[in-house]
């Protein structure tokens, strides 16, 4: 069974820094990974998909690795500002479209 | 893309009451999902709602507890049965769209149980 996990569970750091967010399965079956970002009271935000044969994606300051046969990913945040405050959220694609998710890591990013 | 709207965004019920969950989506897509979030947890995936038949759910969840329905491929209702404290929760729903290999959420109804 897959699990997910993420590491920190909450992060704070301030303005400026870049920070990186880990995330981990025990299945190394998957087709994609994807890094979303969910803010209180809102949805989510779907921030970098990575698909099984692919090791990295970027997106403006986000860059994702993937590293399959470990079993971990990275979401490197550069220049953290305080409007990157926000749950992040880790979830592996198995099969049919289902998302295993990890618990989040909360981060706060002091101005 | 699509845009995906929930209807109620949030709401305050009574223990034994039930709540429907409307999921409305912009385009047609492949498949729906319905996702809980208790309090401090992370998503949990309650079931695949299916087109015109009955919805696939997860272990845990049943349907008398969540009666889910789709029936076009645009909107889809989970309805919280009987509920209880520990009901209270974030339900969000979820699309996969043609052509698309990503999910997409809904924002979520915020669900609190009296």
């Known amino acids: 069974k897959q699990e997910v996990t993420q590491i920190p569970a909450a992060l704070s750091v301030p303005e400026g820094e870049n920070l990186v967010l880990n995330c981990s399965f025990t299945?190394?079956?998957?087709?994609?990974l994807q890094w979303f970002r969910q803010d209180p009271g809102k949805g989510l935000t779907s921030l970098l998909l990575i698909q099984s044969s692919q090791r990295e994606q970027t997106s403006g300051r986000l860059n994702a690795s993937l590293d399959k046969s470990s079993g971990r990913s990275t979401l490197y945040i550069a220049a953290s500002q305080p409007g990157d405050s926000a749950t992040y959220l880790c979830a592996v694609e198995g099969s049919n479209y289902q998302l295993i998710w990890g618990a989040g890591t909360k981060l706060i990013i002091k101005p | 893309s699509a845009v995906i709207s929930q209807k109620p965004s949030r709401d305050i019920c009574q223990r034994g009451t039930s709540l429907t969950i409307q999921c409305q989506v912009d385009?047609?897509?492949?498949?729906m999902f319905w996702y809980r979030q208790q309090p401090g947890q992370s998503l949990t995936l309650i079931a695949t709602a299916n087109q015109g038949s009955e919805a696939t759910y997860e272990s845990g969840f049943v349907i008398d507890k969540f009666p889910i329905s789709r029936p076009n491929l645009t909107f889809s209702t989970l309805t919280v049965s009987n509920m209880s404290p520990e009901d209270s929760s974030i339900y969000l729903c979820?699309?996969?769209?043609?052509?698309?290999?990503?999910?997409?959420f809904g924002p979520g109804t915020r669900l609190t149980v009296l």
């Open positions: 385009s047609q897509v492949t498949m």
């Open positions: 979820s699309v996969v769209v043609t052509g698309v290999s990503k999910q997409f």
């Open positions: 299945d190394s079956a998957i087709y994609n």
